[in-house]
Structure formats: structure tokens, C-alpha cells
């Protein structure tokens, strides 16, 4: 019978290629059609999985991986708030999107204090996970700024963009370094070319359809 790490890595592994391919096609899909939102809702739900499993595998006993604990729960903050902030341009804003802010700070920190224990110790992997932690808490200021600060009607598309495609960029990411194995210092580049390449596409998906809707109050 099979070990629940395994099932849970076989989920893990299916959830993580369908999240591949639905975001890669979502991303390419013209805005708001009815392939774009169809194939975007399979994106969530495979990433929310893929964020799922591996926030419980990285904490089963003898296989615990701080580091993909840390990506599990960054990524599930992207994907829960890529998709809420959509909702929220006509419900307002719940309790769930208050819940969600403190989950990713707490992930925020946690990121930043693992990745200042690896450089302190030695360990220049430890830059990976400061980054990771820098782009974390630039979402947690988004959240704060839309909970609080800023109409959601004014920003709603540029933070489903920046959040969705920062989803699939975790997606690409994990696809690499499982499929690539190299030594350092090209693992960092690994870890790291797919957020300053998806940055640049962020930018440009923002300037071309939402660089109107960032409006104040």
C-alpha cells in the first residue's frame, strides 16, 4: 500500500504539470474570454493543490523541507489572492482576505528569517529565500493597500495579473530545479531567472491592460 508521502507526491506532481500547462495557456488566452477563465479556474484549483501537498509533505517526518514549506504557503498566498481579488471588485472585501493577509505575512517572515539564517551560517541559498521573501511581503503591501487604503474597483486587474502570473512563475520555477540539477552558483540562477524573467512579463501585462485601473480614492 502505497505510503501517504507517495500519494501525496503523486498528487503533488499531477496537480503541479496540469497548473503548468492551464497557466501557460490562461496567461497566453485573450483576457476575459471564456478560455482564458475556464482554463485560469483550472490554474487555481491545480495550484491550490500542488500549494496544499507540499505544505504537508515538507513536514512529514524524515522528509521535511523548510524551504518547500516556505514556497508551498508563498505560493498558495498568490493563488488564493489572484483569485480574491476578482471576487472582491463585487462582494468587498471578507474576513477570508484578512485571514490570508496574516497567513502570508507569517509566510513573509518566515521566508526572510530562513534566508538570513542560511547567509548568517554560510549559505548562499539563503539568497533565494530572502527574495522570495521580498516579493512575498510586496504582496502582503498589496493586500494592506486594497484593504485598507484603496478603492478594489481601481485595482483589481493590475493585483489578479501581478498574482497569478507570480503563481505560474512558482510553477516554472519548481518545474526547473526538479528537471535541472546543477551545482552553485548556477542553482541560484535556476531558482531565480524565472522571477526576473516573469517580473518583466508582469510589468507589461500591467502597462498594456491595467495601468488604467490604478486609480485612489
Known sequence: ????????????IVAGSIA???GTIAAIAKKGSVLHKNVGLVFYWAMLATASTALVVSQLPTHQNWMLFGVGGFTAQMTLTGRRVVQARKTGSTWFDYAVLAFGSAFAVYMAFIGIRSLLAGNSFGIVSCVFSAVSFLYVWLDIRWLFFVAIKNVWLGNHITRMVGALIASYTAFLVVNIQVDYP???AVWLAPTL??????ARMRAKFASKKHLTK
Open 20 to 22: 503548468l500547462i492551464a
Open 1 to 12: 500500500m502505497p505510503s501517504l508521502f507517495s500519494s501525496l507526491l503523486v498528487v503533488h
Open 186 to 188: 548556477f542553482n541560484l
Open 197 to 202: 524573467v516573469g517580473s518583466v512579463f508582469i
